[in-house]
């Protein structure tokens, strides 16, 4: 059975830190790039970051480019997002995916085939 369990969400103040994780089963994880989304009410999901398969390198929106840091560790199955300088904006829930997205579709949805359950963030200012 394929599971990604989210955790780590929470509340905040403006400026805070948070680091989400994510730990995998039921798949190979080194052959998958992890994603990390997030949706705020009322909004559509979006794109944080790509973390390619292995080694690879990780690509990030441009809204928290030097405030988020993503990450995975192979031996644990986990990959995990550190989230400093936490503004309003990041408020949503976030969600990590596994895919093998093409070049240059690290941020679309139809581009990951697994999926957690999310964990929310709220920063309050």
């Known amino acids: 059975e394929v599971q990604l369990q989210a955790s780590g969400g929470g509340l905040v103040q403006a400026g805070g830190s948070l680091r989400l994780s994510c730990t995998v089963s039921?798949?190979?994880?080194?052959?998958?790039?992890f994603g990390w989304f997030r949706q705020a009410p009322g909004k559509e999901r979006e794109g944080v970051s790509c973390?390619?398969?292995?080694?690879?390198?990780?690509v990030y929106a441009d809204s928290v480019k030097g405030r988020f840091t993503a990450s995975r560790d192979n031996a644990k199955n986990t990959v995990y997002l550190q989230m400093n300088s936490l503004k309003p904006e990041d408020t949503a829930v976030y969600y990590c995916a596994a895919g093998r997205p093409p070049a240059g579709s690290a941020g679309y949805r139809g581009s990951y085939h697994y999926w957690g359950q999310g964990t929310e963030v709220t920063v309050s200012s």
């Open positions: 039921g798949f190979t994880f080194d052959d998958y790039a």
């Open positions: 973390t390619g398969s292995g080694g690879g390198r990780t």
